[in-house]
């Protein structure tokens, strides 16, 4: 095994076991999960790091395995986030990696790409738990809720990233 291949695995675990524990550390010290999107940021970081496939798959894998070791998020909020963040981890690698856009730019992409498909999938979805979404209102309310967490993504995902870049 090369040693980028290696260093791009070890990167991809350590950000997949993050996924799941910051959110754990978050709800212990009651701090809501929903509002600060703990598992947002090591999905992001991951694209930005490893690129596009293991961003998205750290991204799939996060919310599972931390539904299924931990039992939060819980299974409809799962099946919201499994998407979502596989396209988090999948643009961030994207526009960054691939389509070599800033970090800006690559960062505020895969974040509005990732609210869309959560919106979409919301719409979706909703029908078969006997709840009428429309996609506006959903829109509004993941943005209003997940503001605060938007900006400490915004705030601290470009210094890491830019730091774990020069190693």
């Known amino acids: 095994m ?23 550390f978050f709800h212990q010290f009651g701090i809501a999960g929903r509002i600060f999107l703990p598992m947002h940021i090591p999905v992001l970081i991951a694209g930005f790091l490893v690129g596009p496939t ?28 499994i998407p979502e963040l596989f396209i988090y981890g999948l643009l961030s690698g994207f526009f960054y990696r691939i389509l070599r856009l800033n970090l800006w730019l690559s960062l505020l992409g895969a974040m509005l790409g990732g609210r869309a498909v959560w919106v979409l999938i919301a719409c979706l ?4 738990l006997g709840i009428r979404a429309r996609p506006l209102p959903l829109a509004l309310a993941a943005l209003g809720t997940g503001w605060p967490g938007m900006i400490l993504q915004l705030v601290f995902i470009p210094p890491i990233v830019r730091r774990l870049r020069r190693e």
């Open 2 to 24: 090369k040693s980028f291949e290696a260093k791009s695995l070890a990167y991809s675990a350590l950000l997949l076991a993050l996924g799941v524990l910051f959110p754990f």
């Open 125 to 128: 979805i909703s029908p078969l």
């Open 54 to 81: 293991s961003g998205a798959l750290v991204g799939g894998l996060s919310p599972l395995l931390s539904s299924l070791l931990t039992g939060m998020p819980p299974l409809p909020l799962t099946a919201l986030m």
